[in-house]
């Protein structure tokens, strides 16, 4: 009998006996190693799930349960049958970098005329994004809507749309996204409208799931992998750079400034320049309630220059070229104000600089500080010109 032919009655069944035994005692029972990479989540516990088909096969009329080498696990065939009978699967804590990227390249995406659709890419590009600025993991769902929405409406492809829900949905699928959810209330991101029903009514806070959250957080090369996977297996036809730039993205997949366009880079700087603007548009009143221990500040503002400078000190008198990288990949730069902001100076880029920690430390406290300020503001406001003239603004 066919694995296809197992039941969901039987994988209850499987689950039911697991409870029983307990994981330690069942695995024996069934002689099956701890899940490395899929578990199956049900009624709020987790389950090693290759060893629930095993078992759920021997609940069928007539048949025996499977031993471990009588079937492979992963996606393609424990994570489709689980998922098509009404289960989540969701990776788990083992999940390594090779598991990753895998899982990445083997996405379940739609295709028009033999192109992938960009929403889960995208999305999850977004997500990476998110770590690198050590954002929270989980995110409302109308800020979720909000950006990534945008982000479609400016990288998508034209059939796509802006269904924020579609892709979340497929992603949770997949085991790599979560949902403060029940995860079996979850609907399928296929069919009806019911997907955008169920995400506008229950509001559900949402992000990467967590072993990928970490694994992305944790290794610069990780990230790098991952980015790479997405962009050289879905972005077939389009330009990733732009998008990658605008979330902060490129350095990782970039190994040099020659393979990225400047002025396609620079259109990306003057996005986050406009998004900046419009932060602060729609703020109103806030810039002018700022307090020296909580100041606001734009994110976009700050990844603007922080793409403007490739990673170097903008300060034109710095003596030093810090090639050193944080753990998380990150150049070692403090992007700063001109004119500070907690005492009122403007939150935008052509007023911001990147500076290393050398330059940064004279600038707030050297004795040379006052001379040095129109010199970077200077910097600051001729660089950001340069960037704006190159996106042909």
Not at 13 to 18: N, R, S, T, V
Not at 208 to 221: C, D, I, K, M
Request: charged letters at 25%; one cysteine or more.
């Amino acid at each position: 009998m066919a694995l296809s032919d197992i039941t969901r009655d039987a994988v209850l069944q499987a689950i039911g006996e697991c409870d029983r035994l307990g994981q330690d005692g069942f695995l024996a029972r069934f002689g099956f190693d701890r899940a490395r990479q899929y578990l199956l989540v049900h009624d709020g516990k987790r389950y090693d799930s290759k060893a629930i088909v095993g078992a759920a096969h021997g609940f069928l009329r007539g048949e025996r349960a499977l031993t471990a080498g009588e079937f492979s696990g992963g996606e393609a065939t424990i994570g489709r049958l689980l998922r098509r009978l009404g289960f989540t699967v969701q990776v788990g804590d083992a999940l390594t970098a090779d598991g990753l990227v895998q899982l990445l390249s083997k996405l379940q995406v739609f295709r028009r005329d033999g192109l992938p659709a960009l929403y889960q890419p995208i999305t999850l590009l977004w997500a990476f994004g998110r770590v690198l600025e050590d954002e929270p993991r989980l995110v409302s769902w109308t800020e979720t809507r909000q950006q990534v929405s945008a982000l479609f409406d400016r990288y998508g492809r034209p059939w796509e749309g802006t269904r924020v829900y579609y892709p979340v949905a497929a992603l949770h699928g997949a085991g790599l996204w979560e949902l403060d959810a029940v995860p079996e209330t979850v609907p399928s991101a296929h069919g009806s409208s019911v997907p955008e029903r169920w995400f506008e009514e229950h509001q559900p806070r949402g992000g990467l799931a967590e072993p990928v959250y970490n694994l992305v957080r944790e290794s610069p090369q990780v990230r790098s992998a991952a980015v790479r996977v997405l962009v050289d297996t879905y972005f077939l036809d389009a330009n990733a750079t732009e998008l990658l730039a605008e979330l902060g993205l490129l350095a990782p997949t970039v190994t040099s400034p020659a393979e990225a366009s400047f002025a396609t880079v620079s259109a990306a700087y003057k996005h986050l320049c406009s998004r900046a603007d419009i932060f602060w548009r729609n703020r109103g009143t806030v810039r002018a309630e700022r307090t020296t221990s909580d100041p606001v500040r734009s994110r976009d503002a700050r990844r603007a220059v922080l793409l403007r400078s490739g990673g170097r000190c903008e300060n034109p008198r710095c003596a030093g070229d810090i090639q050193d990288r944080t753990d998380t990949g990150e150049p070692i730069l403090e992007i700063d104000h001109v004119h500070d902001l907690a005492l009122g100076g403007p939150d935008h880029p052509a007023q911001m600089i990147a500076l290393c920690p050398n330059c940064h430390a004279i600038k707030t406290r050297g004795g040379t500080r006052e001379e040095l300020r129109p010199v970077l503001l200077e910097a600051a406001r001729q660089k950001h010109r340069e960037w704006y003239q190159a996106s042909g603004s």
